[in-house]
């Protein structure tokens, strides 16, 4: 059977399956080159952007008719132009919560787990939480919790200057402020005299301007847009997050209770909170699952599981090839070769920051090794370069480890297999030193475990282990000032040419920011 699956809100997507096998997980963010991207209202506007989104899944896959297309959250007029656009047999939807839920059953190594699907509300304003059989492939249905923990928690951030930059906020805060904040929380303490009042601002949450009213009354600030003093802003974002984390962990040990399960799986936009994650963790004793795209970039995939479930095991390189729009000759002239990953180990333990840009796009928002920029992980300056020089982020933000699953247990006490980097884990003193640049003010590090060996992280690690090297980089996105993850060899090189990037690794070619920076790091020892 062939589906097609769509999102067309924020973080839009489509995926194609055939017979279970999954061919192509596009997010609409990377071929529109916007974070975070959702559809134009404009009707004209939203047929144009969805004609050039369908040929290309059309050129990828070659499938011209459907058995079933399936739209979860799609309102009715946008339904009927994606109806004109696609030939299907088959027209169904799907709850927006069922189809985050579905995404972390199938990816998860559990048969029976309670799957947890919160966000910013989703379609119906609650969090959902089911009872998963992955052999069935059913969810059925457990709780129905009337609480929205995404949006006001990314809603405190627009009053803190160091989080928005002081840059305009849409009403209730740019979807990047979630990101930034749960790195924020960690410059302070928690204030224990403001949780009550922040925990009651969430369970009461409606809408925004009511709700920053209310919690600045109950606490005497000022939570306007950048109002907050440096102090106060600290120590609610950290008050915030902790409120948060009460919040996920009341839920879960309401569900739990009594329930005998393998696995629990954390999806929704809010299972990208790797702290809160981490808690849950600890706190339940049960393996914790989150998979590739928690967010509404992995709807469109859940989608498609609701018609089959799928076969054989997910990879996340399911996105587009990355586009070779520079020829060899170009690369060539600007001093590029072919190059192994044992050359990048010996690069990276030398010094140099590296892009890699090699076939296709990981689905969900963390870089796994194919749009990523990697670079020793033992020294905190190569993070603030990367930060300050290349990515234009702010300072406080951390950048996480990928280390070799094999080795994980000389880092971390406790190392459960995160190939996601969906866990803040606490590092092991004495592995300290080799994560002083992974690590965050908090003393964890957001790690990513990787098992294969034959993936480009993978073999980069082994060769870093080989070289006598500890087999850990940094690993953070490939991409500049608030882009998505690059999607054109193009755009690696425009890298190159407007940040500190020492190195660009595109599909096996090594190409230098400039000679000088090619000398200096062959010359090092
Ligand atoms: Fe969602």
Request: include cysteine; glycine fraction near 8%.
């Amino acid at each position: 059977m062939k589906v097609i699956a769509f999102h067309v809100q924020h973080d839009a997507g489509v995926s194609v399956a055939d017979s279970g096998q999954l061919l192509i997980a596009l997010e609409l963010e990377r071929l529109f080159e916007e974070r975070y991207f959702g559809c134009a209202a404009a009707e004209g506007e939203f047929r144009a952007q969805w004609q050039r989104a369908l040929e290309v899944v059309r050129q990828e896959t070659g499938i011209e008719r459907f058995d079933v297309a399936v739209t979860s959250w799609v309102p009715p007029s946008k339904r009927r132009i994606l109806k004109q656009l696609v030939k299907a047999s088959d027209w169904r939807e799907v709850d927006h919560h069922v189809a985050h839920a579905l995404h972390g059953l199938h990816d998860a190594p559990f048969e029976a787990p309670i799957v947890v699907s919160f966000d910013g509300g989703g379609n119906d304003g609650t969090f959902r939480v089911f009872r998963g059989s992955r052999r069935e492939g059913t969810l059925h249905p457990i709780a129905r919790i009337p609480l929205n923990l995404g949006t006001p928690y990314r809603l405190l951030a627009t009053a803190m200057p160091e989080v928005t930059g002081r840059r305009p906020q849409p009403r209730a805060g740019h979807l990047s402020l979630a990101g930034k904040v749960m790195a924020y929380a960690a410059l302070s303490p928690p204030r224990h005299d403001w949780l009550n009042p922040v925990v009651e601002y969430y369970r009461t949450y409606q809408e925004p301007a009511q709700a920053l009213f209310s919690l600045g009354e109950a606490l005497h600030l000022e939570l306007e847009p950048d109002a907050l003093s440096q102090d106060d802003a600290r120590s609610l974002a950290a008050t915030s997050q902790t409120a948060f984390e009460t919040l996920l962990l009341e839920t879960i040990a309401s569900v739990l209770q009594g329930a005998s399960v393998d696995g629990l799986v954390l999806t929704g936009g809010c299972a990208l909170n790797v702290v809160a994650n981490e808690r849950v963790r600890r706190t339940f004793g049960v393996p914790v699952h989150v998979p590739p795209a928690p967010n509404d970039g992995g709807i469109s995939v859940g989608a498609l599981w609701s018609v089959d479930p799928p076969v054989g095991e997910l990879r996340p390189f399911v996105g587009l090839e990355l586009q070779g729009d520079v020829d060899e000759e170009t690369l060539r002239r600007r001093g590029g070769r072919r190059a192994s990953a044992v050359e990048i180990a010996s690069l990276v333990r030398r010094g140099a920051i590296v892009g890699i840009a090699q076939g296709r796009a990981e689905l969900g928002p963390r870089a796994l090794g194919h749009r990523s920029i990697v670079a020793a992980a033992d020294q905190p300056q190569l993070r603030e370069r990367i930060n300050a020089r290349i990515k234009s982020r702010e300072w406080y933000r951390p950048v996480a480890p990928a280390i070799l699953a094999s080795a994980a247990s000389r880092f971390f006490e406790d190392a459960p297999s995160s190939p996601y980097m969906s866990f803040a884990l606490p590092v092991r003193d004495s592995a300290r030193p080799l994560l002083a640049g992974a690590l965050h003010v908090d003393g964890t590090v957001r790690v990513q475990t990787v098992s294969d060996p034959t993936s480009v992280l993978g073999a980069l690690l082994v060769a870093l282990e080989r070289s006598g090297a500890p087999p850990c980089v940094l690993n953070t996105s490939f991409n500049v000032r608030s882009r998505p993850l690059l999607q054109r060899a193009s755009a690696a090189i425009e890298a190159l040419d407007t940040t500190e990037l020492d190195f660009a690794w595109i599909s096996g070619w090594l190409v230098p920011r400039d000679n000088d920076v090619d000398r200096r790091f062959q010359e090092r020892p």
